[in-house]
């Protein structure tokens, strides 16, 4: 039998080296604009402190005709019951030490109320403060002028940043002789806390009882910003 041989040719076949991929060129820069805002709401912080020697039950009670004509005076005065409002309350008895701390003396209960108060007409903050003061507040906790709803102010802020990051990446590109291309990411910052403008805090009571004026407190105004940051393609 003859036989027959069969020649198999195998051909290879060798792909071209791949080319590597030019790496992404970038420009990133930051813009930031601020807007100018005048507080709308004013917090004031009443406290009533009442102790006495004998009884928890009648240092309540004080305290309790104290807060209900404090509460009383914030409200003739054009607040309304909405935004007046008991923001903490407690009863416990009080000791101070002799004898270098061998030897505790009891003082009494103490009682602690505090009133929060919103005024949201900034021309009547004084007279709050004021009415507060003369219905028997020990205490004034804290004046703070703010504006209630910053974030419906950032709007130009935002649009401000980004044409200001816009105009800073234009300016590079052209200084550096390369084209500016589209955003390939765009971020904002968040401020924090929302920058408020504190007034005046921990006012004296001294005043009122010695005959003093009522602090003329001065709402002011403080910036919003808003940065954004922004990533360009160059060619």
Not at 92 to 109: C, L, M, S, V
Not at 134 to 139: K, L, P, S
Request: charged share 20%.
């Amino acid at each position: 039998m003859k036989k027959i041989a069969a020649l198999l040719v195998l051909s290879l076949v060798v792909a071209p080296a791949a080319v590597p991929e030019k790496p992404q060129r970038t420009l990133a820069v930051t813009g930031t604009a601020e807007v100018s805002v005048k507080p709308d709401i004013c917090y004031i912080s009443f406290g009533v402190e009442t102790i006495n020697k004998k009884s928890a039950r009648e240092a309540y009670r004080t305290n309790s005709e104290l807060m209900n004509a404090l509460s009383a005076a914030v409200k003739a005065s054009g607040v309304e019951p909405k935004d007046i409002q008991t923001s903490s309350f407690s009863v416990a008895p009080q000791y101070h030490f002799e004898n270098n701390g061998q030897h505790r003396i009891f003082d009494g209960y103490r009682v602690y109320q505090s009133l929060d108060v919103n005024v949201r007409e900034l021309d009547k903050a004084s007279t709050v403060l004021d009415a507060g003061m003369d219905a028997g507040a020990t205490q004034v906790n804290n004046v703070t002028f703010a504006v209630e709803n910053p974030k419906k102010y950032t709007a130009d802020a935002r649009v401000e940043a980004v044409k200001a990051a816009q105009a800073k990446a234009q300016t590079m590109a052209d200084l550096t002789g390369v084209k500016l291309g589209k955003p390939v990411s765009i971020t904002e910052s968040e401020p924090n806390g929302w920058g408020q403008y504190y007034a005046q805090s921990n006012v004296s009571l001294d005043r009122a009882e010695q005959g003093g004026d009522t602090p003329n407190l001065q709402p002011g105004q403080f910036k919003l910003t808003r940065t954004v940051y922004i990533t360009y393609e160059i060619e």
